[in-house]
């Protein structure tokens, strides 16, 4: 069945980096468009960004346009975001999860790694 | 960016009772709307998409409704296993993928 682990979570302070990790199993990871949601605690859920299936696409929410960076390796069947300039606000679970088909319905989730950003 | 909006924010409803929640898109969604479930400690599970389609392994008691705007996720007759949050999200017009504020089904 499909299954996906984040990794790489931690505590870091403000203006620090971190990279996240996910890695997939029991699907075509190749095939699919992967994303990144997040949720602050407590919070609802908001998404990040996505990666297209092979890798030539990027989009990502205003909030973190021009400090993360989202990649993909299909021979590893790994998914990275890759955290720069990190803010308190950044602080959060993030879940990456797998797009259904094409268009942007999210069928499996990660269980989530936490961020948090704080000094 | 399309606003998804989710009410009631907490629904108290004892087992085996019904429950309906509603979700509103700031535009036309068409068709492309998703539900999630979350539990406590969890990730997200998909439950509806397309609308009204039923997930892989969703049972029957979970039905979804609604284009345009205006959708329902109605749940019949609750079980103890489905108290929990639940999220829409569009996925029409994107990026970014939007998702509404959540409701909270408790127990009464």
């Known amino acids: 069945q499909v299954h996906l682990v984040e990794s790489g979570g931690g505590v870091v302070q403000p203006g620090r980096s971190l990279r996240l990790s996910c890695v997939a199993s029991?699907?075509?990871?190749?095939?699919?468009?992967m994303h990144w949601v997040r949720q602050a605690p407590g919070k609802g859920l908001e998404w990040v960004a996505v990666?297209?299936?092979?890798?030539?696409?990027?989009k990502y929410t205003d909030s973190v346009k021009g400090r993360f960076t989202i990649s993909r390796d299909n021979s590893k069947n790994t998914l990275d975001l890759e955290m720069n300039s990190l803010r308190a606000e950044d602080t959060a679970v993030y879940y990456c999860?797998?797009?259904?088909?094409?268009?942007?319905?999210?069928?499996?989730w990660g269980q989530g790694t936490l961020a948090t950003v704080s000094s | 960016e399309i606003v998804m909006t989710q009410s009631p924010a907490t629904l108290s409803v004892s087992p085996g009772e019904g429950a309906t929640l509603s979700c509103r898109a700031s535009?036309?969604?068409?068709?492309?709307l998703a539900w999630y479930q979350q539990k406590p400690g969890q990730a997200p599970r998909l439950i509806i998409y397309a609308a009204s389609t039923r997930a892989t392994g969703i049972p029957v008691r979970f039905r979804g409704s609604g284009s345009g705007t205006e959708f329902t996720l109605t749940i019949s007759s609750l079980q103890s296993e489905d108290f929990a949050v639940y999220y829409c999200?569009?996925?029409?017009?994107?990026?970014?993928?939007?998702f509404g504020g959540g409701t909270k089904v408790e127990i009464k």
């Open positions: 029991g699907f075509t990871f190749g095939s699919h468009a």
């Open positions: 990666i297209s299936y092979d890798g030539s696409d990027k």
């Open positions: 999200q569009q996925y029409n017009n994107w990026p970014p993928l939007t």
């Open positions: 535009q036309s969604v068409s068709y492309n």
């Open positions: 999860a797998k797009e259904r088909d094409s268009g942007g319905c999210l069928d499996y």
